[in-house]
């Protein structure tokens, strides 16, 4: 289906810049300016009609706010604007008659163009062009109006919040600074303040969040932001009472608080509640039909608990709409695309793919989450509900469109609880990451979050899955790096009791993963000082409704500043040798110390003098014991020892990396060769094994895995590896289908054998090794 | 194509126009597949052109989809029958009336095979595999004949 998106963009001609006579790259927003005089307006006919129209858009009663916006653009068209005032009106207007009406929406945005033109003082209609902008989605010009305004008055409220609005939208900047310079200027701006609690309380700061909310609500008793964030609270935290109150609050004003339950929807989504946001979000729109951000959460979130046909239905209404939303469109799209995808129910989940891939990857990825959800079941004492949908995405953008609407996701996966997605492990280069430790990471949040009740706080929900990577064993779940290490040396990273903000607000592009790992370290020290049963035991103090520290009080008996210096004293004792040796000469000195200078050192002597360079690598080796990556010093000595043809030593450094690093492509490689020609051909699949969960498409390695598994009697996993490849698609076809054939014969399964063979020869009755298997098969 | 077409005569063309002008990659492929068994699609032994040409056509495009670019070159053959028939290499003919008979009676029973795979459509499943696979055994014990017979394939 074919399906555009409109845009909304400035009209050149108009634009408030423009008419303003300014240069759009002028002078920066701090630049001093002397004091506007106040503004008058001009007479407006229409100034009690939008006002009123305005109010019943507010409570609810669109029937009436449409006629009577109806009645002011009718006569604007028919006799025009006396003034820029009448322009604003006539904008205002128009942008309640913009829903599902994308004309009405350019007719909006000309007629403030037109009011700004009038009287360049007119700051009203640039805010509203610039919210207009921002409503659908295009922050440039929205940044650009907003601009317009600060330029020459700096320290509006309104045009600060606004600001601060954009920054969000577009993930740059520090909208929270930009907020709160709004609140100095004007301490009692409700908007501002419900727009800081707001954002404490998506970055789960709970106190600060409701401090700011109640600030908003003492400076307007009406305002509908300040009441939705604490009722939100409220409604998350189970405070029956809190909730109550704010509803009535809202509702007194707005007696069909579609607005509200879809604030309380998008909370949710925050807390990763996605069958309540649903809930919420139908609730909204069984308040108003036309509420579009309600239909977007809604659809979004359905499609994230499985609910596909629904969720799209509900996304077709929203872009109906609103077919400014290009996140809607996306997502859409991307539903089209999906139709061609694959679906293999096999147990207790749901494998949907790209067709070429589904088959291959099914073939792995069932048995080993099967496994994961039996082990974590266990542990955590929960089972999500099944069948678990996990979807595969060849291309990166469609799994970034899949999980949040728009292409640029840095994440490999992503968990909604039972619908896990991914990309297919084709859809990066070959070592980036790997699908099975991935796969398993997801399928953990599904348990800590459902016996969290939701609740848990992503820091600690993605701690716990690298934690249960690495329990797999094979090298999975992230280990310490150079840079990390680096960070600790030069105090960058961020206390436990923070360490939300290191993936709410990553303040350098490597903070998130930093974050990762920290927090797995975190559980990591938590089971071995308290047990096995205290992670579990944080879970369900999350359930009952408690907060950080009171989790922390209860189930570890320390407040966050205890257990801050806890960790501190962890990681420093853990990485204590590293941190010698990556520790520069100055406290903000990157370069990596001792041990980046040896290793750069020992490269360089690789060429010239190869014993040096051996030195030098296991001064490095035992500088940072715990760097396992493909650069580090064990991978260099392995490479040396087999070219000098020493395959124990080889094989000692190289399990080194492999038993850490879960993209080691080359050293897998390695160990599966040494082990495969000293006849150790166990140690030989395993590496095998760890290969297949890099990058499943090498025929090669599942040649080599089906005939070592044959030899070492496991018949089942050499018909799984013919099976692979023939999931693959290979060039002779009907060749590794005798090969299952016999693969088959020798597991047993005589049918299954005779039933591949006739299929292989009715293609090609002359394939004369398949001939004589038949017979061998028949007895003759 | 058409300049070149004749009967009795296959040609075989890298690229489907004069527009696709880059390097192929074709060539390199159809050559490679006259000493690889995976290019016998039916497995009788013989490499016939339509089996080279279809094989380097499928290995193309795999290399096309591989390195996610765009296809730039659309191999084409001239007669697909014909070349279906002629093969590279030996066939299976011998001096030997013995192995000769063998051989017909085995192409007989080839042709029973493809008789039958004509009908599948309009037979009963458990039939159809019981018939074929009392005529893929008596292929197969032909073929053995042939073997004991000092014959190839």
């Given at each position: 289906?074919?399906r555009?998106?409109?845009?909304?963009?400035?009209?050149?001609?108009?634009?408030?810049?423009?008419a303003?006579?300014?240069d759009?790259?002028?002078?920066?927003?701090?630049?001093?300016?002397?004091?506007?005089?106040?503004?008058?307006?001009?007479?407006?006919?229409w100034?009690?009609?939008?006002?009123?129209?305005?109010?019943?858009s507010?409570?609810?009663?669109?029937?009436?706010?449409?006629?009577?916006?109806?009645?002011?653009?009718?006569?604007?068209?028919?006799?025009?604007?006396?003034?820029?005032?009448e322009?604003?009106s006539?904008?205002?207007?128009?942008?309640?008659?913009?829903?599902g009406?994308a004309?009405?929406?350019?007719?909006?945005?000309?007629?403030?163009?037109?009011?700004?033109?009038?009287?360049s003082?007119?700051?009203?209609?640039?805010?509203?062009?610039?919210?207009?902008?921002?409503?659908?989605?295009?922050?440039?010009?929205a940044?650009?109006?907003?601009e317009?305004?600060?330029?020459?008055?700096?320290t509006?409220?309104?045009?600060?919040?606004?600001?601060a609005?954009?920054?969000?939208?577009?993930?740059?900047?520090?909208?929270?600074?930009?907020?709160?310079?709004?609140?100095a200027?004007?301490?009692?701006?409700?908007?501002?303040l419900?727009f800081?609690?707001?954002m404490?309380?998506?970055?789960?700061?709970?106190?600060?969040?409701?401090?700011?909310?109640?600030?908003?609500?003492?400076?307007?008793?009406?305002?509908?932001?300040?009441?939705?964030?604490?009722?939100?609270?409220?409604?998350?935290?189970g405070?029956?009472?809190?909730?109550?109150?704010?509803?009535?609050?809202?509702?007194?004003?707005?007696?069909?608080?579609?607005?509200?339950?879809?604030?309380?929807?998008?909370?949710?989504?925050?807390?990763?509640?996605?069958?309540?946001?649903?809930?919420?979000?139908?609730?909204?729109?069984?308040?108003?039909?036309?509420?579009?951000?309600?239909?977007?959460?809604?659809?979004?979130?359905?499609?994230?608990?499985?609910?596909?046909?629904?969720?799209?239905a509900?996304?077709?209404r929203?872009?109906?709409?609103?077919?400014?939303n290009?996140?809607?469109?996306?997502?859409?799209?991307?539903?089209?695309?999906?139709k061609?995808f694959?679906?293999?129910?096999?147990?207790?989940?749901?494998?949907?793919?790209?067709?070429?891939?589904?088959?291959?990857?099914?073939?792995?990825?069932v048995?080993?989450?099967?496994?994961?959800?039996?082990?974590?079941?266990?542990?955590y004492?929960?089972?999500?509900?099944?069948?678990?949908?996990l979807?595969?995405?060849?291309?990166?953008?469609?799994?970034?469109?899949?999980?949040?609407?728009?292409?640029?996701?840095?994440?490999?996966?992503?968990?909604?609880g039972?619908?896990l997605?991914?990309d297919?492990?084709?859809?990066?280069?070959?070592?980036?990451?790997?699908?099975?430790?991935?796969?398993?990471?997801?399928l953990?949040?599904?348990?800590?979050?459902?016996?969290?009740?939701?609740?848990?706080?992503?820091?600690?929900?993605?701690g716990l899955s690298?934690?249960?990577?690495?329990?797999?064993?094979?090298?999975?779940?992230?280990?310490?790096?150079?840079?990390?290490?680096?960070?600790?040396?030069?105090?960058?990273l961020?206390?436990?009791?923070?360490?939300?903000?290191?993936?709410?607000r990553?303040?350098?592009?490597?903070?998130?993963?930093?974050?990762?790992?920290?927090?797995?370290?975190?559980?990591?020290?938590?089971?071995?000082?308290?047990?096995?049963?205290?992670?579990?035991?944080?879970?369900?103090?999350?359930r009952?409704?408690m907060?950080?520290?009171?989790?922390?009080?209860?189930?570890?008996?320390?407040?966050?500043?205890?257990?801050?210096?806890?960790?501190?004293?962890?990681?420093?004792?853990?990485f204590a040798?590293?941190?010698?040796?990556?520790?520069?000469?100055?406290p903000?000195?990157?370069s990596?110390?001792?041990?980046?200078?040896?290793?750069?050192?020992?490269?360089?002597?690789?060429?010239?003098?190869?014993?040096?360079?051996?030195?030098?690598?296991?001064?490095?080796r035992?500088?940072f014991?715990?760097?396992s990556?493909?650069?580090?010093?064990s991978w260099?000595?392995?490479?040396?020892a087999?070219?000098?043809?020493?395959?124990?030593?080889?094989?000692?450094?190289?399990?080194?990396?492999?038993?850490?690093n879960?993209?080691?492509?080359?050293?897998?490689?390695?160990?599966?060769?040494?082990?495969?020609a000293?006849?150790?051909?166990?140690?030989?699949?395993?590496?095998?094994?760890?290969?297949n969960?890099?990058?499943?498409?090498?025929?090669?390695v599942?040649?080599r895995?089906?005939?070592?598994?044959?030899?070492?009697?496991?018949?089942?996993?050499?018909?799984?590896?013919?099976?692979?490849?023939?999931?693959?698609?290979?060039?002779?076809?009907?060749?590794a289908?005798?090969?299952?054939?016999?693969?088959?014969?020798?597991?047993?399964?005589?049918?299954g054998?005779r039933?591949?063979?006739?299929?292989?020869?009715?293609?090609?009755?002359?394939?004369?090794?398949?001939?004589?298997?038949?017979?061998?098969?028949?007895?003759? | 194509?058409?300049?070149?077409?004749?009967?009795?005569?296959?040609?075989v063309?890298?690229t489907?126009?004069?527009?696709?002008?880059?390097?192929?990659?074709?060539?390199q492929?159809?050559?490679?597949?006259?000493?690889?068994?995976?290019?016998d699609?039916?497995?009788?032994?013989?490499?016939?052109?339509?089996?080279?040409f279809r094989?380097?056509?499928?290995?193309?495009?795999?290399?096309?989809?591989?390195?996610?670019?765009?296809?730039?070159?659309?191999?084409?053959?001239?007669?697909?029958?014909?070349?279906?028939?002629?093969?590279?290499?030996?066939?299976?003919?011998?001096?030997?009336?013995?192995?000769?008979?063998?051989?017909a009676?085995?192409?007989?029973l080839?042709?029973?095979?493809?008789?039958?795979?004509?009908?599948?459509?309009?037979?009963?499943?458990?039939?159809?595999?019981?018939?074929l696979?009392?005529?893929?055994?008596?292929?197969?014990?032909?073929?053995?004949?042939?073997?004991?017979?000092?014959?190839?394939?």
């Amino acid at each position: 289906m074919r399906r555009s998106a409109w845009v909304l963009v400035a009209l050149s001609a108009l634009s408030p810049l423009t008419a303003c006579g300014q240069d759009r790259a002028a002078a920066p927003l701090t630049a001093r300016v002397a004091p506007l005089p106040p503004r008058k307006p001009g007479p407006d006919r229409w100034a009690a009609e939008i006002a009123a129209a305005e109010s019943a858009s507010r409570r609810g009663d669109r029937r009436d706010a449409t006629q009577r916006a109806s009645r002011i653009t009718a006569a604007y068209e028919q006799g025009g604007a006396r003034n820029s005032d009448e322009y604003l009106s006539a904008g205002r207007a128009y942008v309640l008659l913009g829903v599902g009406n994308a004309q009405a929406v350019r007719s909006a945005l000309a007629a403030f163009d037109r009011a700004t033109a009038a009287d360049s003082l007119n700051f009203d209609a640039q805010l509203r062009a610039g919210e207009l902008f921002l409503e659908k989605y295009n922050a440039p010009d929205a940044r650009l109006s907003f601009e317009g305004i600060l330029r020459r008055s700096p320290t509006d409220a309104k045009a600060l919040l606004a600001m601060a609005r954009v920054e969000e939208f577009e993930g740059a900047g520090n909208p929270m600074a930009t907020a709160r310079l709004s609140i100095a200027s004007d301490p009692r701006y409700a908007e501002a303040l419900a727009f800081v609690a707001k954002m404490h309380r998506d970055a789960e700061a709970y106190d600060s969040a409701r401090v700011y909310a109640q600030r908003a609500i003492d400076a307007d008793s009406t305002s509908s932001a300040g009441w939705s964030v604490l009722g939100s609270m409220a409604f998350l935290n189970g405070d029956s009472a809190t909730f109550r109150t704010s509803l009535v609050a809202v509702t007194a004003r707005q007696p069909a608080p579609a607005e509200f339950y879809t604030e309380l929807a998008e909370a949710s989504v925050r807390q990763r509640r996605y069958t309540e946001a649903v809930a919420l979000a139908k609730r909204a729109v069984g308040y108003d039909s036309l509420y579009v951000p309600a239909y977007g959460v809604m659809g979004t979130n359905q499609l994230r608990i499985g609910q596909m046909d629904a969720g799209r239905a509900a996304l077709e209404r929203a872009f109906a709409l609103d077919p400014f939303n290009l996140w809607h469109k996306n997502t859409l799209d991307l539903l089209d695309k999906m139709k061609t995808f694959r679906t293999i129910d096999r147990g207790r989940f749901r494998v949907v793919a790209p067709p070429e891939e589904a088959d291959l990857l099914a073939l792995y990825i069932v048995p080993l989450l099967e496994q994961a959800y039996d082990s974590l079941a266990v542990r955590y004492g929960y089972k999500p509900p099944t069948p678990i949908r996990l979807e595969f995405y060849r291309y990166h953008a469609d799994f970034s469109v899949r999980t949040v609407g728009l292409a640029g996701l840095g994440a490999l996966g992503v968990s909604f609880g039972s619908l896990l997605a991914m990309d297919t492990p084709n859809g990066r280069e070959k070592g980036q990451f790997n699908w099975g430790s991935t796969a398993w990471h997801e399928l953990t949040h599904a348990f800590t979050l459902g016996a969290s009740d939701h609740r848990v706080p992503r820091w600690l929900s993605e701690g716990l899955s690298v934690l249960e990577e690495r329990r797999v064993g094979r090298g999975w779940g992230a280990d310490a790096t150079v840079s990390y290490v680096l960070a600790m040396a030069n105090g960058t990273l961020r206390p436990i009791s923070q360490l939300s903000d290191g993936f709410l607000r990553p303040r350098f592009p490597e903070e998130t993963q930093f974050s990762y790992y920290a927090a797995s370290l975190f559980c990591e020290m938590v089971e071995a000082s308290r047990g096995a049963a205290a992670l579990p035991a944080m879970l369900k103090g999350y359930r009952d409704g408690m907060d950080t520290p009171g989790v922390f009080q209860k189930v570890l008996g320390t407040t966050p500043r205890q257990i801050d210096a806890e960790f501190e004293a962890y990681t420093q004792r853990k990485f204590a040798l590293a941190l010698g040796a990556v520790r520069g000469a100055t406290p903000t000195d990157s370069s990596g110390g001792k041990f980046v200078a040896t290793m750069r050192e020992g490269v360089a002597k690789m060429g010239s003098d190869r014993n040096a360079a051996r030195a030098l690598f296991e001064q490095a080796r035992a500088m940072f014991p715990e760097y396992s990556g493909e650069d580090g010093p064990s991978w260099y000595l392995a490479e040396m020892a087999r070219a000098a043809n020493d395959t124990t030593r080889a094989l000692t450094f190289v399990e080194y990396v492999t038993s850490r690093n879960e993209t080691a492509w080359e050293a897998n490689m390695m160990e599966a060769d040494l082990r495969e020609a000293r006849g150790d051909k166990t140690g030989a699949i395993r590496a095998l094994d760890r290969l297949n969960w890099i990058w499943p498409y090498d025929p090669l390695v599942h040649v080599r895995l089906a005939t070592l598994s044959a030899a070492q009697g496991d018949r089942a996993r050499a018909v799984l590896e013919r099976r692979a490849i023939i999931a693959m698609g290979p060039t002779d076809l009907l060749d590794a289908r005798y090969e299952l054939a016999r693969a088959l014969r020798d597991a047993g399964d005589i049918a299954g054998a005779r039933r591949e063979l006739l299929q292989v020869l009715e293609e090609a009755p002359s394939f004369e090794k398949a001939q004589a298997l038949l017979l061998e098969l028949r007895g003759k | 194509m058409p300049v070149l077409k004749a009967p009795n005569r296959v040609v075989v063309t890298a690229t489907k126009t004069s527009n696709e002008r880059n390097e192929s990659v074709f060539l390199q492929y159809f050559a490679s597949a006259l000493g690889m068994d995976a290019a016998d699609a039916d497995k009788d032994g013989r490499l016939s052109v339509f089996e080279v040409f279809r094989f380097a056509r499928t290995e193309v495009g795999k290399v096309y989809t591989s390195s996610n670019r765009m296809q730039t070159e659309h191999a084409l053959v001239s007669d697909s029958l014909l070349a279906a028939r002629v093969a590279f290499g030996k066939t299976a003919a011998s001096a030997n009336p013995r192995i000769t008979a063998l051989i017909a009676e085995r192409q007989a029973l080839e042709s029973e095979v493809a008789s039958l795979r004509s009908k599948k459509a309009s037979m009963n499943v458990e039939a159809y595999e019981a018939e074929l696979e009392r005529l893929l055994l008596a292929l197969a014990e032909k073929t053995q004949a042939i073997r004991a017979a000092g014959g190839g394939t």
